[in-house]
């Protein structure tokens, strides 16, 4: 399990070392988001329970402890304010730039 995990923070953070370098979070922000939830998730239904019993070990805790680094960078890489503002969206390419006009 937590080598899939591994693999799957990788390649994640691959992606927000992207969004970093390239000083767009807007155009990450559903990567940064899926991130932030499924460490969240498994935060809270994985390891809480497991830390509850009192048997987590210490491979765990340094799971544990960047997942919640990385849930609070995520939180505070992500526009939530723009994205759930409701101005209209700008376009994208040039189709929709164009509008109805051919080209």
């Known amino acids: 399990m937590f080598g899939i995990t591994g693999g799957a923070d990788l390649s994640v953070g691959i992606c927000c070392i992207l969004a970093l370098a390239l000083k767009a979070p807007l155009?990450?922000?559903p990567v940064l988001f899926f991130q932030m939830t499924y460490k969240l998730l498994w935060s809270?239904?994985?390891?809480l329970p497991i830390?509850?019993?009192?048997?987590l070990q210490g491979y765990g805790w340094f799971f544990?402890?960047?997942y919640?680094?990385?849930i609070v960078g995520d939180y505070i890489?992500?526009?939530?304010?723009y994205i759930f503002s409701s101005h209209?969206?700008?376009?994208?390419?040039?189709?929709?730039?164009l509008g109805d006009q051919k080209i």
């Open 27 to 29: 155009k990450f922000s």
């Open 44 to 47: 809270i239904f994985v390891i």
């Open 51 to 55: 830390m509850l019993k009192g048997e």
């Open 64 to 66: 544990f402890i960047s």
């Open 68 to 70: 919640l680094t990385f």
């Open 77 to 81: 890489a992500i526009p939530f304010s």
């Open 88 to 97: 209209e969206a700008e376009p994208i390419g040039e189709e929709e730039a």
